[in-house]
Structure formats: C-alpha cells, structure tokens
C-alpha cells in the first residue's frame, strides 16, 4: 500500500461476524476501501462477549485476511463498540457566566456537560459519548445552538448521553489487545451505521435508524440533526430462526435455510399454495409458505412494536418527517419495508450505502452487502471534525484501562472545543 496516500482501519465486532475495512483516505470524503474480510465470531452471545479467546480470534482472522488483500499489516484501527448494554437518556447541567462581561466561552460549555454528567454517570459506567441538543440561556425558552461568545449569566446545556458498563469496555480492550491492535477510537455501533447509512438531510428533518441484526437491534433517531433516541433490543433474526426450529421441529440450520430462501412477512404477495419442503427432526415435512410467515412475523412485530412504544414514550415518532430507514442483514427480508411502514405508521425504505466510501469495481460488490456497513460508517466517522467518540491512548506502558479512560475524557473536552 503506498504510504503517499493516508490510510485508515475500521473493525466492527458483531455478534456473529468481525467484519474489517482498510481504506485509502484521498480526501475526507472520497475514502477508497483496498482491504476487507469478515470472520465468523463465535466469542459473543446477545452483543456480549461470552469468550474472550474466541472474539480475539475471530479479530485475528478477519484482520489477516484483510490484511492480505491490501498487502499492508495493521497497527491500530477504529472499532465499534458492542452496544447490548447501551443506555442512552436526556440530561442537562447548569452553569453560571461568571467571568467581567458575562460572555459564554467553551469553558462553560465544558462546565454544563460536566454537570450534567456529574448527575447522571455512576463511577462502574463507561461515558461512551453526549450530543449537545440545545443551549438555554438566562431561563429562556428558546434554545441556541452555539452559545459561545454570546451573552448571558446563567446557562443551561441540554444533551444525550450514552454509557455502557465499564466491564463491557474492559472486555473489548482486551479482547483488541490479545488481537495486537491498537485502538484509534471507539464508537458506539448505532452511531457507526447511523453514519454509513443516512443522509444528512435525512437526519435534518427526522429519521430513525433500526439496524436489525442476528441478536441484537439498534435504533438510534435523530430529530433536527440531533441524536434524539438510541436504544438496543436484544432481539434480532437469530430469534426467528429460534422460533422457525422449535414450532417446525427442525434444526436450527434448516430453520435459517427457509428462512433466507422462502421467509416473508407481507401476506399480502404470499401465494395460498405456495408449499415448501422442510427437513423435519422426525423427517420430511411440507408447510405453506403462509405458516412459515406467520412464525416469521410474529417475532418481527414484537421487535418493531417495541421499537414503536419507545419512540412514542419519548416522542420522537411525531418528529420522523423522513420516516425510518432499514439496515442490517435480517432487515432484507422480502416485505420488510412495507411491514415496517404499516407497523410503525410513518415511510420507510432500506439504508442507501455511502457513496463517500467506494472501491474497485472487483470489490463494490462486497463492499455494498450490509455486513460492512457499521465498518463503512467507522471510516466516514474516522474523518469527521464532531466525532462523538473518545479517544483511548493506547500506551504500552504501566498506563491502565481507567487511566485511558480518564485520558479520553480530556481528549473529549477537547472536542467540544472543535465544535464550537
């Protein structure tokens, strides 16, 4: 790989699946991807990691063959970060303009969200990220979106705050450092998607975000460009294949066999005498393709009526003027846009990829299959000036996991600066 040309690394740790992305960054958005692989994970149940030699593993063998492809040899990269135990909730911190004339300087920014955090942050979680919502100043109530340089006496800063536990954070640490990786950043895995896969005016004028993958489903919401909701369900296509196996009585392979072949959730295109031949426990059996819907279905709409539920509770669901948009493998179910649409009541369609992110026209192809849009979206994230993420200073010296922590914290003030 040539060294004129800066490149950059995306890991995403999924549940079933480590998928890795090398891009050649030529501006900060045209980055050309030169290396990519996945590997099969078998490390982590329901977004958690249940065996650390297996994730390490996995991470390995991902990286090796990405590795192979763009003949250069990886150092460090950007990582998402599992997001089952994700907390994501509204705070805000006052502050009093204390300096001569009154005038708000980034201090007082960095004073708000440290109250703010202060109230809300217990010392066994781990501060993933906080998106400003909104600044009210002297009691107005009309918020602003840059306070900075203007005058008032008291403010008060209005965010959204995400946090994991801090053992989740010491697992993935570990888990990159049996790898021999260096972690750049780490980003909360709904945000990683959110950027490979809407557009900015999408996020301007409303949208959601529901990213259904094997265990696990990630929704994050944005409401006039801002993160409004972010919540992961531990509940994905795994569990339809769950149900498919135990009310057919068959293996869980031939379960996801005719799931992936004949499974839909919109009755409306199913064909009465459509039947399918199914390798039962007890041996051959045939059902409608209607029965296996049904099975599919049911799962389907518990996860987006909860999804609805959460999004009406906080009341972002009226603010969705650009509706939801579908990612993740188990999203691309035949009938899943208009199940989602009549399910949740506002349009939908499926997530568009980056066209900031490209490769040869060998590995487009590839690169467009929903399995690397997270990784995708940490190479877009990678080259963004208002990054939410922190990062972790990864010295290989006495410096411990709580001390780099501590560091991403500063790191993270120092952000703030850049945004305003």
Known sequence: MSEAVPSVVAIDIGTHKVSVLIGKVHAPDQIQV???????????????????DKVISAVKNAVSEAENMAECRIHSAWVSIPSADLKSFYASGRTAVANS???????????????AKAQHISADSYFASAV?????LNDSPEWVINPVDMSAY??????????????????LDRAM????????RMVVSCLATAEASLLQDEKDYGVCLIDIGASTT????????????????TLGGENVTRDIAAVLQTTTEEAERIKVLHGCIDLATVKPDHMIQVQGIEGPQTISRIELSEIIIARYEEILNNIRYDL???????????????????SQIDGMVSFA?????????????PVQVTASDELLPMLRRSQYATAAGLLRYSQSETSDTIEHDQDDGDDTFVGRLKNGWNTFHGSLRKWF
């Open 341 to 353: 649409r009549k399910t949740l009541g506002v349009s939908a369609h499926l997530s568009n990829p």
């Open 34 to 52: 030169v290396g990519m692989a996945t590997a099969r994970n078998r490390g982590m149940s329901k977004g958690k990691i249940v065996s650390l």
């Open 218 to 233: 990630n929704v994050a919401a944005y409401i006039e460009g801002r993160l409004a909701f972010a919540k992961t369900y």
């Open 132 to 136: 400003p919502l909104g600044f009210e």
């Open 177 to 184: 450092k049996g790898a021999n990786i260096g972690v750049e």
């Open 154 to 171: 008291n403010m008060v800063g209005h965010y959204q705050l995400m946090t994991l536990p801090i053992n989740t954070m010491q697992n």
């Open 312 to 330: 009406e509770q906080t009341g972002a669901i009226h603010g969705l003027y650009h509706g939801v948009v579908l990612a993740g493998d188990s």
């Open 101 to 115: 004339n009154h005038t708000i300087t980034t201090t007082e920014v960095v004073q708000a969200l440290e109250a």
